[in-house]
């Protein structure tokens, strides 16, 4: 796009991207008037100085298959991962030869890191050096009773040498620094640094902390995981802006995602319950990064994007919440796991000074997967036919040089289960043995059924989603 790459710069802007776990469109204060008196003042801030998205959406309506999507511009399903997420000691999700947005930010002189949650994959080692983790499938858990599930997912935690080194992580996938945990509700309970433990579990979890179980590091707190993640992130920053190289920094976080378990500043801080202290909590995170960025000196040669992984869960109990005037089920139906709205919803916020116009607001259907391509085009890189399958560029939209993608491929949502839905403009199709078509324009909750009024759209919208599965790609296959 002319004009909107980096002939346009004269300096590679450093790159901050934020990732909330488990916080759709509706957990924002500034996107949703009936969040009462749980407010988000730290992203809203973000919302009056950057542009606002408000039909953005996550690659998938759960974890894993989003983050997989973020990092590589290709939808998950694509992978041997058709359905749920990856579970306890899960195999590496992202392909050895997968370009990531850390691998083309890095080849382009970035320093790379990742503070947080990873929840991709990861290989683990016996003590002959042999992976322990080899013979798991893909869905199996610990919590899984049939088909010797849980039987080989002990049988690998007993194999594992906690002091090897660990392989098909961050450090393998364009990321020069990790710092953080896999996820935070499943084993080994310890920190990542890097390829390594921290410290080598050598407890079980007890019966009465949140999580599967596994082992544990002695005086783990899950309240002190996201205190921990903002502390380090910070001090990145404040590292890495000493130096000459421009930088790119993930920050995936781990809340408002369960384990609900706010640090003791924000206990009782809400006045409504433990998940609003962890939500505002998770905001006061947003806030610790930005105010190290401008103690820095480097906020203005910043983008900063905020955003979640998929709709808020269930686990927020919103009944509970809105007896006590906080509604995050405002604009649309379903949450977390969902092919409806609040299944993929996201709030999209980015800010980058001199760029994007303070105070604007984009309407326009993006998706997660077009980070990649976003920030190929930043930085003038052309994408081979066979990288980021799935990713369109939107540096147009947050520059304002356009203000709609006509031609962009429609946004394909995924759900837990497996099933898929297509966006096209106003159009939603959920497709099957009875498709079902949503004017979202008109009814954001997707009420009524107006597939028999519209068969051509239907049949349009269908037709494009078997040809994205067929051809393995939509950025660049024929509308």
């Known amino acids: 796009m002319v004009g909107a790459g980096a002939a346009g710069l004269t300096k590679k802007p450093n790159i901050v991207y934020i990732l909330a776990d488990d916080m759709g469109f509706d957990s924002v204060s500034a996107n949703n008037e009936k969040m009462g008196p749980l407010k988000t003042p730290h992203i809203d801030r973000l919302c009056s100085i950057g542009m606002n998205f408000t039909d953005a959406h996550s690659g998938s309506a759960v974890c894993s298959p989003t983050r997989y999507g973020l990092l590589t511009g290709r939808y998950c399903w694509r992978t041997a991962l058709k359905k749920e997420v990856l579970w306890d000691y899960g195999r590496p999700l992202i392909e050895k030869d997968r370009l990531t947005v850390a691998d083309l930010l890095r080849k382009q002189g970035y320093a790379t890191g990742i503070v947080g949650k990873w929840h991709l994959g990861l290989d683990w080692y016996d003590s002959d050096g042999k992976l322990a983790n080899g013979e798991l499938q893909i869905s199996d858990a610990i919590w899984k009773k049939k088909g010797g599930s849980a039987e080989r997912v002990k049988a690998c935690e007993e194999r594992i040498d906690w002091s090897k080194p ?4 961050p450090l393998d996938h364009g990321f020069d620094y990790y710092f953080g945990v896999d996820l935070p509700n499943m084993p080994p309970y310890t920190w990542i640094e890097n390829d390594r433990v921290t410290a080598i579990p050598t407890m079980p979890k007890p019966k009465e902390m949140f999580g599967t179980d596994g082992p544990m590091v002695p ?18 920053i404040r590292e890495k802006s000493r130096q000459e190289k421009p930088f790119f920094l993930y920050v995936s ?13 924000f206990q009782g801080k809400s006045e409504i319950s433990r998940y609003a202290d962890f939500t505002i909590e998770t905001d006061w995170v947003v806030g610790q990064i930005m ?3 401008e103690k820095a000196g480097v906020a203005d040669n910043t983008l900063v994007i905020f955003t979640g992984d998929n709709g808020t869960a269930s686990s927020a109990r919103f009944a509970g919440l809105e007896k006590k005037g906080v509604d995050l089920r405002y604009h649309f139906k379903g949450w977390k796991g969902q092919i409806h709205e609040g299944g993929h919803r996201v709030p999209f916020v980015a800010r980058w000074p001199g760029r994007v116009k303070p105070g604007s607001t984009c309407n326009e259907v993006i998706c997660l997967t077009d980070f990649m391509a976003t920030v190929a085009d930043m930085l003038d890189v052309p994408l081979s036919p066979n990288v980021a399958e799935d990713s369109t560029s939107i540096l147009g939209l947050l520059t304002g040089e356009v203000e709609s993608l006509p031609d962009r491929p429609m946004v394909v949502h995924h759900d837990y289960k497996g099933n898929f839905a297509i966006r096209k403009g106003k159009w939603k199709l959920v497709p099957g043995e009875k498709p079902r078509l949503f004017n979202l324009a008109v009814d954001p909750k997707e009420t009524h059924d107006v597939a028999g009024e519209n068969k051509e759209v239907v049949k349009r919208m269908a037709d494009t989603l078997k040809r994205y599965q067929d051809s393995g790609r939509s950025h660049g296959a024929a509308q």
């Open 166 to 169: 660990i392989t098909g992580g």
């Open 219 to 236: 005086g783990w707190k899950l309240e002190e995981i996201l205190p921990n993640l903002a502390k380090r992130g910070a001090r990145w």
């Open 291 to 293: 105010a190290a960025l």
């Open 253 to 265: 976080l781990t809340a408002p995602h369960t384990p609900i378990a706010p640090s003791k500043p």
